[in-house]
């Protein structure tokens, strides 16, 4: 076995404003192995990569490709020194020919010879088996064959090494076979191959070793023969961290067994959740969980017609309704508080009294405005009732802190008397004090009749809120834990099945 | 999860070249319209050759604005920066030390400094373009007045010679109204926009720089980690824009011998105008450098047919502008189409796309 470093990264850091996103974290790829880089949504895999590939600057720490230390600027330079990589999203130019998709930006030539282009295409489309015709526009291809064709690119790039993250998400079987086929070929030539993606079972079948980060830090690195499947679903997810962990785990009250409030049967979605069936009781606190890219946002997403909506009927209340879009569950007293706060939930410029009263003013209509004086005592109100911390009700939202900005989008819904609250990923990158109290609060808001969906990355936190966990799995419901089954062994059992 | 084993029969064309040929086509309808409503104007070739005679640097400049929008930008100094260019090239030639070939480097000069100075500040800080060429668009009107205000005749007999030159093809000739023959007259305004349109359409086609900046306007963050050095792409495809502005005022003032406060007035919105109904996007990413001289003409006919026509000329402006938004229309309903499978039966076997993804 080879033991030579291709790549050494050490005490990487990388910030964004608000948000650490890696911290101290070293890794290292030997010449001629598979490394799996696991963790949840979040973890900083993806921010780990572009600091690898010149995208982001590190903020600290070193980084060493073959003994020399590096610092690469740009994707360019990375690219020429022999780093070749496919990322999570495709990232091609959807207007340019497949060929220039292969070979654009590769070498210092001064003008483009098509024709060699396209027989160099041909050729690796031929070896790689795909679909494709080197002269098409790569928009009319679809988003397999992109994705294979951004791998196609990076593999006949002649590097060092090689980073794949996510490169299987939308292929089939076969194709995957093949790009591990691949894989195994480079590998025998010494390039040092990054791996990551959220199917287990390939990542078992390819890695040599597996680096595990959480919330941004490095948690281990393992051999992967010596690391279970339960091991590292239950380091990629992690233990409660001490003091939120003496919160006492919510107990089933009377009005779990209540009157459904919602029920929703054989509902899916655009984004591709497997038709399921859902039912919450009023002031009941249920849950989705399932690692990244299992559905569990996908699914509560179909339920506010978030995606478009492909099939399914819901009952609210034991009536029919018809949600095709967000504003018809507002208006039947659903909310839905977004995964992701700074792109969907926020509005930046706005004040926090104006972005409280936000969604209160959408459901009465723009032409029934809000009073200055009823807009100030709703948010002072809910101010006080949430514990906000703000200096006054026209701060600017963005000078709160993460957990604060992320209370007053709760009072937001609040405030139209809702009958039932979604919570995706309510408290990531807030700080374990408000975490604690956003915690609180859900289950508060349950006493007061509320029901509530909620979805964590971080499994003790739902054990504590919820009364009931729906798990899924590669886009469907695969189990359901309530009473005394639900506990984190019993919920990665189901998981790694 | 979607399957690969997806293959369609015959290619389709690309975005750009699509977008051109219906700029090419709806060029030579409009202008068999005129030689149908109007014979004796539009079957003369001089008049065809008019159009670029008389608007060669309009046509240079929709070229540079062309560049700039394939790369997802957008230039509206170009106008002014001409206008300028014509004002320094006229008061420089008036001036004893004032020399032809002098006035062609301090044309290019200027435009370059714009291009530069614009090209940095948006490409390497990252400022938005249309804020950067507006604050341009002042700055060259701003020094246009002051350096002269009153309109100059030029009247130096080397540039008086440049000027009066031009190529005469006697086969090609038409009879006057009075019945005299009158050869075809081809301006050096022409040739210079047809050799740019053939080198322009090398750089964009065939060269790195030109493939890149397509990479960049149809997907800056993509092209960026395929390893195209994004900022370097955007700030030449400025230059290239200054620099032809430069081109585009030597070429007005070989055109009308005279700087003016007036010079391409408004060249910016007809630029931008031209560009789009010549198939280009203002996405980015989406253009053909052959279909911006088709744009501009398009736009120049109409008028000429409304002048043919003997309609008010205040008709024109509202022509150009209805043009302008059955265009934007059509682009988008032609992209559209394509994109969905919904509209099968609407379209051509060859033209119905796999699903666009996303």
Known sequence: MQTENVLEMQGICKSFPGVRALHNVSFTLRKGEVHGLMGENGAGKSTLIKVMTGVYEKDAGHMMVEGKPIHFRSPEEAQDFGVGTVYQEITLCPNLTVAENMFIGRGRYAFVNWKRMKEKTTQLLGSFGIPARPTQQLSSCSLAVQQMIAIARAMDMDCKILILDEPTSSLDEDEVRKLFSLMRELKSRGVGIVFVTHFLDQVYEISDRITVLRNGELIGEYDASSLSQFELVSKMMGKALEDVSQMKRREPSARDGGEPVLEATGLSSAAGVRPFDFTIRKGEINGFTGLLGSGRSESVRAIFAADKVTGGEIKMNGKKVKISEPIHAMKLGIGYLPEDRKGDGIIADLSVRDNIVLALQVLKGFFKPLSRKQAEAFAEEYIEYLKIKAPSTSTPITSLSGGNQQKVILARWLLTHLQYLILDEPTRGIDVGTKVEIQRLVLKFAEDGVSVTFISSEIEEMLRTCSRLIVMKDRAIVGELTGENLTETDIMHVIAG | ?358
């Not at chain 2, 205000?149 to 009066?164: A, E, G, Q, W, Y």
């Not at chain 2, 005022?249 to 007036?262: K, L, P, Q, S, Y």
């Not at chain 2, 003997?310 to 024109?316: A, E, L, P, T």
């Open chain 2, 1 to 358: 999860m979607e399957s690969t084993n997806t293959i369609k029969r015959r290619e389709r064309v690309s975005d750009s070249n699509l977008l051109f040929a219906i700029a090419a086509v709806i060029f030579v309808l409009m202008y068999g319209f005129g030689i149908l409503s109007f014979p004796r104007d539009f079957l003369q070739s001089q008049t065809f050759f008019d159009l670029f005679n008389l608007n060669a640097p309009l046509i240079i400049v929709t070229l540079g604005l062309s560049i700039v929008m394939v790369g997802g930008g957008i230039d509206i100094s170009v106008g002014q920066v001409t206008a300028l260019v014509t004002m320094c090239c006229a008061v420089f030639l008036q001036s004893r030390s004032g020399s032809v070939g002098g006035a062609m480097l301090l044309a290019l000069g200027i435009g370059i400094a714009f291009g530069l100075l614009q090209g940095l500040l948006i490409a390497y800080l990252k400022i938005q373009p249309f804020i950067i060429t507006l604050a341009g668009m002042f700055l060259a009107s701003g020094l246009l007045t002051i350096i002269h205000k009153d309109p100059i005749n030029v009247t130096m007999p080397s540039f008086v010679r440049l000027m009066d030159f031009q190529i005469v093809i006697p086969s090609l000739g038409t009879l006057n109204r009075l019945g005299r023959f009158i050869p075809l007259e081809i301006k050096p305004g022409t040739v210079v926009v047809l050799v740019l349109v053939v080198v322009l359409v090398i750089l964009m086609n065939w060269s790195r720089f030109g493939r890149n900046l397509y990479a960049v306007g149809g997907n800056n963050q993509s092209a960026l980690m395929l390893g195209i050095n994004v900022q370097r792409t955007k700030f030449y495809s400025y230059v290239l824009s200054g620099l032809l502005s430069g081109i585009a005022g030597f070429v007005f003032i070989m055109t009308t011998g005279a700087g003016n406060v007036g010079n391409a007035y408004g060249f910016e919105i007809k630029a931008i105008a031209g560009s789009i109904i010549g198939g280009t996007m203002l996405i980015g990413g989406v253009g053909n450098l052959i279909g911006s001289p088709f744009g501009a003409l398009t736009l120049l006919t109409i008028n000429e047919l409304i002048r043919a026509d003997g309609v008010n000329s205040d008709f024109q402006a509202i022509a150009s502008g209805m043009l302008l938004c059955v265009f934007i229309v059509l682009q988008n309903a032609v992209l559209r189409l394509r994109g969905t499978s919904s509209f099968k039966l609407a379209l051509p076997g060859w033209l119905v796309p796999a699903r666009r993804d996303r």
